[in-house]
């Protein structure tokens, strides 16, 4: 079996949630592969609770965490100076400052959107050559970074389709990352930059036209070698001339995406694909964590089948 480890995402801000996300994956998981926690957060909670943070992951790991990973925060805030090119000072800082908790954690990957790193407004109508150009400025600071938290890997994430709007002012316009045109040259992106690929379902799911099982696996199968870590949930609706119908975190096999979800599990269940995947769903109630245990559930079931 090429999946390494299956997460739950958690803030790591209490330590009965991760408890009772611990008793989950032990329960549907068990020893049948190593599980873990993908730490997510906000800006706010990567700044002033990094202490909190840390200790929380000694937690997890002495509850029986085999495997940590994280995903950046998304946020205009603090990513960019008014020129697009450049992150300015505070910004770098804030990159070597998740790069500092991700080594102090001891994480296995550090996921990103490439989109942080952008204007939209800056960049909608640049040209292919000034695209180009500032795709080498992110690349570079995601490669330095990867260099300064060594044992890290850093990821890039795909995200939803076709380019409109601003992503980070209104949800309601999110975007697929301006630089790439499609999935493959964002595989591209990170062959250049030595970066690993977060494969998000749900992102795939938003673009209208392309959810079939066939075109799906034809398009992860094209960019397979770089995935690292999958983001695994199902979507309802999709984009549909700039108004957004589209849903995400569902139950895999409740939403649109169905029995495609069904096929990349089988794939990854007979590939060469090494990589984690995280059961990213929308839970209801935090403390009884239905939708995780459903997910969870749909997974092994179809890992096994």
């Given at each position: ?26 329960q ?9 926690i ?6 706010k ?34 990513y ?122 749900c ?24 995935v ?78």
């Amino acid at each position: 079996m090429a999946i390494a480890a299956i997460l739950l995402p958690d803030r790591l801000k209490s330590g009965e949630a991760l408890s009772l996300r611990r008793d989950l994956l032990q329960q549907i998981v068990g020893s049948k592969l190593p599980w873990g926690i993908e730490i997510t957060g906000s800006i706010k909670d990567f700044y002033s609770c990094a202490d909190e943070l840390i200790e929380n992951a000694k937690l997890a790991r002495e509850l029986g965490a085999q495997v940590i990973t994280m995903h950046a925060p998304v946020s205009e805030e603090h990513y960019f100076d008014n020129a697009a090119t450049n992150l300015c000072k505070p910004d770098r800082e804030f990159l070597l400052h998740l790069g500092w908790i991700a080594g102090e954690i001891g994480v296995s990957s550090l996921t990103f959107h490439a989109e942080c790193f952008m204007r939209h407004e800056d960049i909608q109508h640049l040209n292919r050559a000034d695209k180009d150009r500032l795709m080498v400025k992110v690349g570079e600071n995601l490669y330095d970074l990867a260099r300064l938290a060594p044992g890290v890997r850093i990821n890039v994430e795909n995200m939803p389709e076709p380019l409109m709007g601003n992503a980070i002012l209104s949800s309601a316009e999110m975007v697929y990352d301006p630089l790439f045109s499609n999935v493959n040259e964002l595989a591209h992106f990170c062959e250049v930059y030595k970066l690993g690929l977060t494969f998000n379902s749900c992102h795939w799911g938003a673009r209208s036209g392309v959810t079939t099982g066939a075109n799906l696996m034809k398009s992860f199968r094209s960019i397979s070698r770089f995935v690292t870590h999958i983001s695994l949930a199902d979507t309802v609706g999709e984009w549909l001339d700039r108004r957004m119908t589209f849903q995400k975190g569902i139950v895999p096999g409740q939403g649109k995406l169905g029995d495609n979800l069904v096929r990349l599990v089988h794939y990854l269940r007979r590939s060469a694909v090494n990589c984690t995947v995280t059961v990213e769903v929308e839970d209801r109630d935090s403390e009884k964590l239905e939708e995780s245990r459903l997910g969870l559930n749909w997974l092994m079931w179809h890992l096994n089948a």
